[in-house]
Structure formats: structure tokens, C-alpha cells
């Protein structure tokens, strides 16, 4: 699944530079959200995606009609419950008349600090909208804010705050794109590689202190506590984490993207493995330059199939070795 997503991503590329714009939601707002989770995550992928085409499209800014994939993480290093969303943004638009390509400035995409302004408006707009219309619940600590007066003194410290939006340095090219959204589109919130033991009922597990320096550290935890904060991520069901905006849009991306290679004057993607019936984890290796096949600890030993058998089907036993 995530080596033909990742092959329809790279027919997507066009030849200009990419940047990684990042909209967090305030703790305040995170709280609400771990307990009205399909409303909140609605409401950051829509204030995000109405904020950038906003700016993007403002003349004072870039005056363009952009595209966008969205990514929804849920968490932090700690494994704490931390929302916010990936964007990976090609550094132009179509004007607003469909005519040309329109660059922005070299290693420069859209002002933070209007981008986080406005963000902040849309956002609050849309959660005051879903607590006026009865579609927010609240529990435990929580549970005075059912109460109008109480919602508005909560929200009023945040309305005031500076809310986080960063723009990561731009990406080295198209293929570096791809690396990236190979990483972390499909995964979940630890990795198998953070896993260090579980000993005694407890689990250690790396990561990274982003408040000290991205400093590496060990943290301990009682398994009870890691499996509760493993189950902080878990989606409402059907949800879709990974969306498109813009020219990037399902409905309108391959008439869109067509006018963009023809404004950059970039020829159309190759068909891209044609003809050509891969095993996904081929597939994966030929898009990202990483073997889903080697040994994860060594990197030299190759992992091989030996047998497929049915759910709860028992394997055949292992071949008697005659010495």
C-alpha cells in the first residue's frame, strides 16, 4: 500500500522547490481534542488548508493557486498526545487566471507569523462553530466546559497566544520529497527501531528531547502506561490522515498538473515501472533507495519467505537436518 502510494506521489513531482510548513495545536486545544477527536482533526485540516490557499492566494504574498499534501501526526517522542499537521508545499502556484507558473522567493515560501494569525482566527472560528452547534463532548476535567461561560474563560487565554506554525528548511529537491513522505506517511507513533527491551513489565524505548537540543535519551515506562499512550493515537475509523489540496486535489490534479509542466516547461512523468509487475517491497526500494528485504539490526542479512499458510492455519515443521 504505502510503495503504490508512494509511486503515485512521484508522478505528482514537478521540478521546483518543496517546503515543510507544520501548524500545531496549542495543549489547551489538544486536551479537547484527544476526547472530540474526528471533530478537532476536521477542523486542523480545514483551517490549515483554508490558511495557506488564503495566503498563497493573497497578491501581497504570492498570488497563487497552490497545492498541498496534508499529514496528520497525533504524537510526540514521548509518545504524549501532540496534534499537528505535515505539509509538504511545491514553492509556486498557478496565477489566478490559470496562465502562468508563479515562483515564490528562493528558500522563502509564506510569512510564519501571518500564516500563524490566521490559522489561529480560522481554527477557533471552526471550534466555537462545533460547541455552538452541540458537537463537542466533554469528560472528567473537562466537563465544566459544557457550560458556555466556561468554554469562553478556557479559550480566552489561547485566543491571546501565539500558536505554533514553523516552516522547516526547504527540502534539497523533489526526490528528497519522496524520501521524506516515505518515512512518514504510513507509519504509526513509535517505530520498531525506538524499541530498546521490555523487562519486568516495563519498556524502554529512544527519543529525542526537542526542548533540550534534540538531545537522545532512554525513557522507562510501565508497560501499562506505553500501551496507554500508544492507544492516544488511534484514529475515529475511516478517518483519512494524508489528504491533497489545490492543484493537488483528486479532482483536479491531473488537468492541473498538466498546466504546470507545461508553464515550467517539464516533460511528463515516464510511466513510472510499466508494465512491469513488482513486488511492493521492489517497488518501495526503487522509489525510496531502502530495502524493506534487509535485516533491520545488521543490514546485511536479507529476510526470505519460506511459506504462506491461511489464518489460523499452523506453518509445516522445519525440515529435519541430518548430521
Known amino acids: 500500500m504505502r510503495a503504490q502510494w508512494l509511486e503515485d506521489r512521484q ?19 489538544a486536551a479537547i481534542a484527544y476526547q472530540n ?47 499537528h499537521l505535515h505539509c509538504v ?37 471552526k471550534l466555537q462553530t ?8 466533554f469528560f472528567n476535567a473537562l466537563e465544566p466546559l459544557q457550560a458556555p461561560a466556561a468554554f469562553a474563560r478556557y479559550l480566552a487565554p489561547v485566543r491571546q497566544a501565539e500558536w505554533v506554525v ?9 526526490q528528497h520529497v519522496l524520501e521524506y513522505l516515505g518515512r512518514y506517511t504510513h507509519r504509526v507513533a513509535i517505530s520498531n527501531h525506538r524499541l530498546i527491551s521490555f523487562v519486568d513489565g516495563k519498556v524502554r524505548f529512544r527519543w529525542k528531547d526537542y526542548r533540550h537540543e534534540s538531545r537522545q535519551k532512554v525513557m522507562c515506562l510501565d508497560a501499562q502506561e506505553f500501551i496507554r499512550r500508544f492507544l492516544l493515537h488511534v484514529l475515529p475509523g475511516g478517518f483519512q490522515r494524508i489528504r491533497h489540496y489545490g492543484f493537488l486535489a483528486n479532482r483536479y490534479r491531473a488537468v492541473k498538473l498538466a498546466r504546470c509542466r507545461q508553464f515550467l516547461d517539464a516533460p511528463a512523468p515516464a510511466a513510472i515501472l510499466a508494465h512491469v509487475p513488482l513486488d511492493y517491497r521492489d517497488r518501495y526500494e526503487q522509489l525510496t533507495g531502502k530495502s524493506l528485504r534487509d535485516c533491520p539490526q545488521c543490514g546485511r542479512g536479507h529476510m526470505v519467505c519460506i511459506e504462506t499458510f491461511l489464518p489460523g492455519a499452523l506453518p509445516r515443521a522445519p525440515p529435519r537436518v541430518h548430521t
Not at 130 to 137: K, M, N, T
Open 11 to 29: 508522478a505528482d513531482l514537478i521540478p521546483v522547490e518543496y517546503f515543510h510548513v507544520v501548524f500545531t495545536l496549542p495543549e489547551e486545544i
Open 166 to 174: 514553523y516552516a522547516k528548511p526547504p527540502f534539497g529537491g523533489p
Open 37 to 83: 477527536k474526528d471533530v478537532v482533526y476536521e477542523s486542523l485540516f480545514h483551517a490549515t488548508a483554508e490558511t495557506l490557499r488564503t495566503i498563497a492566494a493573497d497578491p501581497k504574498h504570492l498570488g497563487a493557486e497552490i497545492g498541498f499534501i496534508a499529514l496528520l501526526h497525533t504524537w510526540g517522542q514521548n509518545l504524549l498526545h501532540h496534534p
Open 130 to 137: 462545533a460547541f455552538d452547534g452541540g458537537h463537542l463532548r
Open 89 to 125: 508545499v511545491p514553492g509556486g502556484g498557478l496565477s489566478a487566471d490559470g496562465e502562468r507558473w508563479v515562483s515564490c522567493r528562493p528558500g522563502f515560501f509564506l510569512p510564519v507569523r501571518v500564516l500563524s494569525r490566521l490559522f489561529r482566527r480560522l481554527f477557533l472560528e
